[in-house]
């Protein structure tokens, strides 16, 4: 049973994103009041959400003054300090994801644990205090390691590939184990892994039980940050996709997240030898909010991951999440990284040329190298009913090649 919501229902949303930013169309169609808090007028969230409030997520004065009222709190980004998050807790107010939860998503060595617990598959980890331990873990795991802050990365942030014991005594390592000294959590060090590819699984579940599953997708990472998805992802077997929607839908149930799951996943195809790694699906993160990997769903799924979110969070009933245009449907997401123009909207008009089918989203956010500034999307549809992979492949890279120019049009500036 639905609880009784306001009406019309608010949510409150911690994070000034592009992520919040695009909830509010979904929140619109649905005519649920969406709350803001924001560190500027200025913040890609706050430019269409008109009931803003400037206030600073990290303080739990702001963030309780901001949440009065609300029917929930949601976050568009996992950096809620915790004593703002128990100061929330202790005050009653209803939080989608519950801090229960949203740990497991904030600090990757209580997610380590927590998923081994599970019983669900981790490359080899440990938790390091000291280049020693570091050195140990390489020796006994194998070359190259994989070194993480435990909370605040994104984007790759966080995340330092070391090739050999060498590189242990290097500045950066030490002053990161310093660091991790200080705040009193160690790092994350892990295999490095042999994947053959990147998989997302994405699930949205809501307070009441109801789980609903998104198809995993195939995202590629380009120095670290995500650059294109492709939905439903095109290269993996039935089998490894069974088993990554599996593991989706065990944490969400197990770990009681409320709203998006999203699971980052390696998929190894065949055994390793050489670093003695089975084939299968391994736990890369988990994120507890809408995600990169589920901007294809506002155009290519009935139920966008941000409609979805606010569904789960409010504790309605789920929507439809498979891809559109039924089988042999697919979807392309293409991000737009910050290149050299200044101006987004000077390509906008020769990429809608380029292509009329394209969904073009911009997050008003000034471009800076590298940064995440808006995406596009396309969805592909046949109406073959019987079209052979070799016509199904030829209809695949044409999208991205479609999305990828377009891409370089908008980011680099008309031609
Ligand atoms: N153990 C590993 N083995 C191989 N590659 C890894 C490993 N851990 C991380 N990576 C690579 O680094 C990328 C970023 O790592 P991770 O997802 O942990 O960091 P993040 O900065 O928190 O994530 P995001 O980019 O999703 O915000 C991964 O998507 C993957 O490409
Ligand atoms: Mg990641």
Redesign the pocket.
């Known amino acids: 049973m639905t609880a009784q919501l306001s009406s019309p229902p608010t949510v409150g949303v911690l994070g000034d994103g592009q992520l919040a930013r695009m909830m509010a169309p979904a929140a619109t169609h649905l005519g649920i009041e969406l709350h803001l808090l924001a560190a500027s007028h200025h913040a890609s969230a706050a430019q269409v959400i008109a009931r803003t409030t400037l206030g600073d997520y990290r303080s739990a004065d702001d963030v309780l003054a901001f949440a009065q009222g609300l029917d929930v709190l949601t976050f568009d980004h996992e950096h809620v300090p915790d004593q703002v998050l128990s100061a929330l807790a202790e005050a009653g107010i209803p939080m989608n994801p519950g801090p229960h939860a949203l740990l497991y998503a904030q600090d990757?060595l209580a997610m380590r644990r927590r998923i081994e617990e599970l019983g669900l598959p981790n490359?080899r980890w440990t938790q390091v205090h000291s280049a020693d331990e570091l050195i140990r873990f390489g020796d006994a795991s194998g070359w190259p390691v994989?070194l993480?802050t435990p909370r605040g990365?994104?984007?790759?942030?966080?995340?330092m590939?070391l090739q050999s014991r060498q590189e242990v005594s290097g500045q950066e390592v030490s002053s990161w184990l310093r660091r991790a000294e200080q705040a009193g959590t160690g790092l994350l060090a892990?295999?490095?892994?042999p994947?053959t590819r990147?998989l997302s699984a994405q699930v949205a579940r809501r307070p009441s039980g109801d789980v609903a599953a998104y198809p995993v997708v195939e995202?590629t990472?380009t120095n670290?940050?995500?650059d294109e998805v492709i939905a439903p992802a095109p290269h993996t077997s039935q089998e490894h996709l069974a088993e990554a929607e599996r593991i989706a839908r065990s944490i969400a149930e197990q770990l009681q997240v409320t709203g998006m799951l999203a699971v980052?996943l390696?998929e190894v195809a065949e055994p390793d030898d050489a670093t003695g790694t089975a084939a299968g699906i391994y736990v890369?993160?988990l994120?507890m909010r809408p995600h990169?990997s589920g901007h294809w769903t506002m155009d290519g799924s009935l139920t966008s991951q941000f409609e979805q979110h606010l569904r789960a969070v409010l504790d309605l009933p789920l929507g439809a999440a498979a891809v559109a245009g039924g089988a042999g449907g697919f979807a392309v997401m293409k991000n737009l990284l910050g290149g050299s123009s200044q101006n987004l909207h000077a390509g906008v008009a020769e990429a809608m040329q380029r292509s009329a089918s394209a969904k073009i989203h911009l997050y008003g956010k000034d471009p800076r190298p590298g940064r995440k500034v808006g995406h596009i999307n396309i969805l592909s549809q046949t109406t073959r009913p019987q079209e052979d992979d070799d016509a199904a492949t030829r209809r695949l890279e044409r999208a991205r090649r479609t999305a990828a120019e377009i891409a370089e049009i908008i980011v680099e500036g008309a031609s």
Request: charged share 30%; proline share 7%.
């Open positions: 990757k490359p994989v993480k990365g994104y984007d790759g942030k966080g995340v590939v892990e295999q490095r892994m994947y990147e995202p990472q670290g940050v995500c980052e390696f890369n993160e994120a990169n």
